[in-house]
């Protein structure tokens, strides 16, 4: 099993910067692709960028040159910086990792974490 916290969700102003958390435990040693994922109110959960065991990254187009996925294998965190945030960007932000197993993969999810941009 994977355990998947997230922090660092805030209330801030269009224009501003915010740094999202996903610290990982459990059963991690099998992890390859972690990602983060938003789901605003009465829409579907959309992605927003992935990182894979090698470092390469996937965004969402409406966050690319504005967001950046890392991840810090030691500390078993992947972060988000988010910058020039839109109120557009307001959702509950979740992180996601898959976890290689016998016979596959499994994807585990945080309990998300609420980033609100005002006008």
């Known amino acids: 099993q994977v355990q998947l916290v997230e922090s660092g969700g805030d209330l801030v102003q269009a224009g501003g910067s915010l740094t999202l958390y996903c610290e990982a435990s459990g059963s991690i040693s099998g992890i390859t692709t972690m990602g983060w994922h938003r789901q605003a109110p009465g829409k579907q959960r959309e992605s927003v960028a992935f990182?894979?065991?090698?470092?390469?990254?996937i965004y969402a187009d409406s966050v690319k040159g504005r967001f950046t996925i890392s991840r810090d294998d030691a500390k078993n965190t992947v972060y988000l910086q988010m910058n020039s945030l839109k109120p557009e960007d307001t959702a509950v932000y979740y992180c996601?990792?898959?976890?290689?197993?016998?016979?596959?993969?499994?994807?585990?999810w945080g309990q998300g974490t609420q980033v609100t941009v005002s006008s």
């Open positions: 996601n990792a898959r976890r290689r197993r016998l016979g596959g993969s499994i994807d585990y």
């Open positions: 990182i894979s065991s090698g470092r390469a990254t």
